[in-house]
């Protein structure tokens, strides 16, 4: 087992190392990493990690939800306007409805499996997304319209959409049933995880402002409560519906519009532990994969994602109608929202882990998703950003002078 670490530590950080000094995403490296030492490839990963792998990555998942609900800020959404509300799930809409129809009609899914798959590719990446906006936004670089802004608040609120939707339609896939019972038991379990994150979450701001502790403490409190109410989910699974999932987002929710200071810099905290967590998802993610399956579906699977972006692509230009923008920076938050990586690594595997039918096939079509969203999203939103969105005109009056002296 250390040999296994030692390998995706090291191969993690050369081959993260380099993709990033050609702007490429660190995790598509991991992703190769995974491909290359999993059993499918030279099958140097230990078997007992690849046994662990489930649980891995769903902490990871964990940590992609919680930074994301602590980071949201819904002030600055209701600044900036409808759009923004819009760009939280209707582009992710789209794009389930295209992946839906898609599914059915070239893999011929049934159509909770469809939707299912849809739910993990309608994702768009922070990992991804959010450095490039930061940098924009350092740079006064499209601020003055809020582009940068929108984006960042968009892609967290997406993600969090997005894995709702997947929650209750994998909870139908359950119960093996759409009887009305079965149906009322995924809202009724998103309302009462929603209730009992909400109590946890004001009692521990309550703490927190009463209570002098390290936030490194606090973030190990947060995580034990986010795995227990995972665990009571997995343990109350065929009596009752009850989402540790939504328990843990209304949690981390409330907390960040409670109090807004400490949600900052636990958000901070939870970055740093994330780059560890990326690299083992990442990795895990691509160990699992066997791609000699998806072969004879690859045109198929290229078809079904392009159309989807496609869609996708229409769903974020409705959701900025309203914005005062031109075509070039309307384009530009079209070629923003494409990305795709750690929700479809956080989650695609799940339905090959439950026995899904096509839970092979749509893991498959996820990490090829990442494959050719990630680099081509990331290179657009470089190549682009200089082109189609202006620099805000306050900075060229700020160094006006310094050039006249020149």
Excluded at 382 to 392: C, E, H, Q, R, S
Aim: proline residues 4%; aromatic residues 8%; hydrophobic residues 60%.
């Amino acid at each position: 087992m250390l040999f296994s670490l030692a390998l995706i530590f090291i191969l993690g950080l050369g081959l993260g190392g380099l993709f990033k000094r050609i702007h490429l995403p660190s995790l598509l490296a991991f992703l190769l990493i995974g491909i290359g030492l999993g059993p499918y490839g030279f099958n140097l990963i230990d078997e007992r990690i690849l046994g662990i792998s489930s649980e891995l990555r769903q902490i990871a998942l964990i940590i992609i939800l919680t930074r994301g609900a602590l980071a949201l800020n819904l002030k600055e959404l209701k600044a900036i306007g409808k759009s923004a509300i819009f760009m939280c799930f209707l582009p992710a809409v789209f794009e389930i409805i295209a992946v839906t129809l898609l599914g059915v009609l070239l893999f011929k899914m049934p159509v909770f499996e469809a939707i299912l798959l849809g739910s993990i590719l309608g994702a768009v990446s922070p990992a991804v997304i959010i450095p490039k906006m930061l940098h924009m936004m350092e740079n006064h670089h499209g601020t003055q319209k809020s582009i940068p802004q929108l984006i960042i608040a968009g892609a967290s609120a997406d993600d969090i959409f997005v894995v709702l939707i997947f929650t209750a339609t994998l909870g139908i896939l359950q119960t093996g049933t759409v009887e009305m019972a079965s149906i009322l038991q995924v809202p009724t379990g998103m309302i009462l995880g929603a209730i009992v994150g909400l109590i946890l979450g004001l009692s521990l701001v309550a703490f927190f402002k009463n209570v002098h502790m390290r936030d490194s403490v606090k973030i190990i409190l947060l995580l034990a409560l986010s795995f227990l109410l995972v665990a009571v989910e997995e343990g109350l699974k065929g009596t009752f519906g009850f989402s540790g999932l939504i328990g843990l987002i209304t949690m981390n929710l409330t907390i960040g519009q409670q109090y807004a200071i400490l949600s900052t810099r636990l958000s901070q905290k939870y970055t740093k532990l994330w780059i560890v967590a990326e690299m083992f998802l990442f990795v895990l993610v691509g160990a699992i994969v066997n791609f000699k399956l998806f072969i004879p579906h690859l045109l198929k699977g290229f078809l079904l994602i392009m159309g989807a972006l496609v869609v996708r692509f229409l769903g974020v230009m409705f959701s900025i109608q309203s914005m005062k923008l031109n075509w070039k920076e309307r384009f530009f938050c079209g070629i923003s929202y494409l990305p795709k990586a750690t929700v479809q690594a956080a989650i695609g595997a799940i339905p090959l882990t439950l026995g899904l039918p096509n839970g092979e096939l749509i893991l498959a079509i996820a990490v090829v998703s990442i494959l050719l969203t990630a680099p081509i999203g990331a290179i657009l939103m470089d190549i682009t950003a200089k082109t189609l969105v202006p620099f805000d005109a306050i900075t060229k009056k700020k160094h006006a002078p310094d050039l006249a002296k020149n």
